[in-house]
């Protein structure tokens, strides 16, 4: 699958996100000034949260495939290959001490990007999440080798 394609993909995931979004709101709105339990007060608002970051999350992912960035980026040229490997080092020791871990396999020689740095450990950061999440054999394994483009990366999960 191209860059093309998963950004048609994330076109249409973003769409139903903003749908569930608007839904969510709607409702939070449509209970404003009127006294409800604290149990639905909590769930509107989760509910609320885990749109919002969803959309965050796609936003993301996006910006990184598409390669074209809303001014104000913080753009630089900077080692992926240590940027993720500090990520993939915070989320194994935030970690619970019985949860899956990460294993990264990482190239000794930098890997030097151009890019928003922020946007990509916010990126990964979900992603690695997410597939922690699904993971059934303990952990994932992870690693980084260089991109078709000069100035690109691949990461394997």
Do not use: Y
């Amino acid at each position: 699958m191209n860059n093309q394609a998963i950004l048609s993909v994330l076109d249409n995931l973003c769409e139903q996100g903003r749908d569930s979004l608007h839904a969510t709101l709607d409702l939070i709105e449509q209970h404003r000034g009127i006294a409800i339990d604290a149990r639905l007060t909590r769930c509107l608002e989760v509910s609320r949260n885990s749109a919002d970051r969803l959309l965050r999350s796609i936003d993301d992912a996006r910006d990184l495939l598409a390669g074209v960035f809303p001014q104000g980026r913080d753009m630089r040229r900077f080692d992926a290959a240590r940027c993720i490997g500090q990520t993939v080092e915070l989320l194994n020791l935030v970690a619970a001490p019985d949860a899956a871990r990460i294993l990264l396999n990482k190239p000794s020689e930098p890997h030097m990007i151009w890019q928003d740095q922020q946007t990509l450990e916010r990126g990964l950061t979900r992603i690695l999440e997410v597939a922690l999440k699904l993971s059934v054999a303990g952990g994932i394994c992870a690693e980084i080798a260089r991109g078709s483009a000069a100035d690109g990366i691949r990461i394997a999960i």
